[in-house]
């Protein structure tokens, strides 16, 4: 069999790896300075995912919500985004952009949200806010289509198809990071400072780890500008880390301004960050410094100490956002592991097609299952049907999966809600190959204790 792509052969869902596409965008409009975004559907459509976003994140995000209710789902709600954008506007003089994210409930009762915005843009705001710089933007997000992967690609594209104009070459680098935590743009921001690339970032999110100051509670957002997403348009070329996470966004770049794109792969572990680097080369012409060279090396370094010793043959399954999985997989493979399951939690018909997986199709020399569509219910019926694992990588919604079947499973991934500050951490880059690899050992040395295993290695280490 070797590697195998295929749909999970039940219909329905148990334990869920996604949540739904409005959830993504909602995650994309925070990355935006002086933006609030308003979510045209139930209270709990924004309720339930600031409460995850607050969860993985500890911190409080401002999202806001049209409040439909049953009067609404029969006779139409545009009313109340006009409402909702109205009492925004008053609440919060700052904002500047207004994402309106539509759901299932709106999309399926036909709420024309883009005629609203043109609505309110010939009436309300010129007639009250006429002194203000206000940008409503309509993102279609439908719950029952995609997840929050595709959603968070739709609304990057939507940003940037809005904002981007077309002016004078600035030298700059777009670097679309995908759904990552702060610590990871953090260290792309090092990588990227160390060539000397001035790029910029969508989106900016290293203040979501935001301070608690002396002065009272802090509001997390992030920090790209109406003024960044403008002068996307003029760059000398676009890198989207991630396939399913950026790639319209650069895609359209490219074919509507010539901006050129380049589309992954996700720079886990070291060759793939090795990619990542060319591409900034070949972009820009800046040399690789030493500087990268030697923390390259330490990279390597930290990863020879555990690779084969400890982690060779070690089998894992991993779950989550499908870059993340895919470049997961590459690195375990890299570090002589064998990842024999991967959980992709959407039915994206264009899995078939990426490089990557074809990659893995063609020079794995063991039995691995990809399985789309996939849902925490798919691993464990195979835990309980016999498969033998030494480790799972996923997200905190696994861990009963982990715990019922006592197999040890490293956090990875959005949402990470039950172990600390995780996102201080990176996963992308030589700082994230260097976490992960140590972090994938220690996991496995804490189970043995757990189970009395007495590894003669660990004493001879």
Request: hydrophobic share 45%; glycine share 8%.
């Amino acid at each position: 069999m070797f590697c195998e792509l295929k749909e999970k052969s039940r219909v329905g869902t148990i334990n869920p790896i996604f949540t739904c596409q409005p959830c993504g965008a909602q995650f994309a409009s925070i990355g935006i300075r002086d933006s609030i975004g308003i979510v045209h559907g139930g209270q709990g459509c924004v309720m339930f995912v600031r409460l995850l976003i607050s969860q993985h994140l500890k911190e409080s995000f401002e999202l806001a919500s049209s409040s439909v209710h049953e009067e609404g789902a029969v006779f139409g709600a545009t009313r109340r985004v006009e409402e909702a954008v109205d009492v925004l506007l008053m609440r919060y003089p700052h904002v500047r952009v207004v994402p309106i994210i539509s759901t299932c409930s709106t999309e399926i009762i036909g709420d024309d949200i883009d005629g609203v915005c043109n609505k309110l843009n010939e009436g309300l705001l010129k007639e009250k806010y006429a002194d203000r710089e206000v940008h409503l933007i309509p993102i279609h997000t439908p719950s029952f289509i995609g997840s929050m992967i595709s959603g968070y690609d739709l609304a990057v594209r939507d940003f940037v198809k809005f904002f981007a104009r077309k002016g004078e070459p600035n030298g700059k680098i777009n670097l679309i990071t995908g759904w990552v935590n702060p610590a990871d743009v953090t260290a792309m921001k090092h990588l990227l400072a160390e060539m000397q690339v001035d790029a910029t970032v969508l989106f900016e999110i290293e203040a979501f780890d935001a301070p608690l100051m002396p002065e009272g509670n802090h509001v997390a957002h992030g920090d790209t500008t109406v003024e960044d997403l403008i002068g996307t348009a003029n760059a000398v070329g676009t890198i989207a880390l991630n396939r399913y996470e950026g790639m319209k966004a650069a895609k359209y770049l490219e074919n509507e301004f010539g901006v050129p794109a380049i589309i992954g792969p996700t720079p886990i572990g070291i060759r793939n960050t090795d990619t990542f680097l060319a591409h900034l080369k070949a972009l820009t012409g800046k040399p690789i410094p030493q500087s990268l060279v030697e923390e390259r090396g330490r990279a390597i370094d930290a990863i020879t100490d555990v690779a084969h010793m400890f982690l060779a043959d070690k089998k894992v399954a991993i779950f989550g956002a499908p870059d993340l999985v895919i470049g997961l997989a590459q690195f375990c493979l890299d570090m002589e592991m064998r990842p024999v399951l991967l959980l992709l939690g959407d039915d994206n018909s264009s899995y078939g097609d990426d490089p990557r997986i074809k990659e893995l199709q063609e020079h794995v020399d063991f039995d691995m299952e990809i399985i789309t569509n996939a849902d925490l219910w798919e691993l464990d019926r195979r835990l309980k049907d016999g498969m033998e694992l030494d480790l799972i990588l996923g997200h905190s919604k696994g861990r009963f999966v982990s715990i019922d079947n006592k197999v040890p499973m490293l956090r990875v991934g959005f949402p990470t809600y039950d172990r600390a500050g995780m996102f201080r951490h990176p996963v992308l880059g030589y700082a994230g190959a260097t976490w992960l690899a140590e972090q994938i050992a220690n996991t496995i040395f804490t189970d043995m204790e757990y189970k009395g295993i007495r590894e003669w290695s660990l004493n001879v280490w």
